[in-house]
């Protein structure tokens, strides 16, 4: 397995762990999760590092009491999305320009 494949799937990887995360976040708080429980403020905790490029960013409406439909996160998803994609398909190119060369010099 080629050394870029591998990066293509730690990418990948990365980028679901991140998504899983801040996606449990988004629905954390549009629910209302008490920050009483430790896994709420454990999940909000882990998340803030990523999310706090995009702190700020949009409004954040409270739907109910308690619950927060937060549009930054939504956007930070997207984001980390497009950095991930754009990476493997810059790694993809890469890839692909050194097998072109292989080829030629055979």
Known sequence: MSPVIILIRFINILFG???TTLTLRFILKLFGA???ADFVVWMY??????????????PSPAVDLGNVFEFSTLFAILVYGIFAWLLVEALEFIEEIIKRQKMYRS
Request: hydrophobic share 45%; net charge negative; aromatic share 16%.
């Open 17 to 19: 762990i991140i998504a």
């Open 34 to 36: 008490s920050t009483q």
């Open 45 to 58: 905790q882990t998340s803030d590092s990523l999310l706090y490029p995009f702190i700020g960013m949009f």
